[in-house]
């Protein structure tokens, strides 16, 4: 069954909400590889998979450590933990055995999840940080160089 984007999965950061719309994506590539009972698409589909996810892990991590997140351990933690675990995965495939209904209940239910959870409670730190930033930017502007050129 196909992993809709629904609202309730919005941070309301539209460069993580983009990225977390790619992963659903690829999860619903992973479904597709299923009904066509492709283990070469699975396996080139799981690997284009964890190198966005690891990408978008690290971009996460460095929006949450700009942001001062006090629990950007237990997170990062979450992610190694869930990098292992489709690692696993990937190893199986390889190794020649069908994961893929096994894969797709782990993928949808830790995503939706961690969404919800995890990244929620990051989402207005980091918000708050991202706007006091483009403040900053606009005060900038308002500086030196905007009186050089009026």
């Known amino acids: 069954m196909t992993l809709l984007w629904t609202p309730d999965l919005e941070l309301g950061i539209s460069v993580i909400d983009s990225q977390h719309q790619r992963i659903v994506d690829y999860i619903n590539q ?61 190893q199986r495939t390889k190794a020649g055995e069908d994961v893929t209904e096994e894969l797709l209940h782990v993928l949808k239910a830790w995503l939706v999840n961690h969404i919800k959870r995890d990244d929620k409670d990051y989402s207005a730190i980091v918000i708050e940080n991202m706007e006091a930033a483009t403040e900053r930017v606009k005060a900038r502007k308002g500086g030196f160089f905007s009186r050089l050129f009026k």
């Open 30 to 90: 992973v479904d597709h590889s299923r009904q066509t009972a492709s283990a070469a698409e699975l396996a080139e589909v799981l690997d284009e998979l964890v190198d966005y996810t690891l990408s978008h892990f690290a971009f996460e991590e460095t929006l949450m450590e700009e942001a001062g997140y006090p629990f950007i351990k237990a997170h990062k933690k979450v992610h190694q933990l869930f990098t292992k675990r489709v690692d696993a995965f990937q």
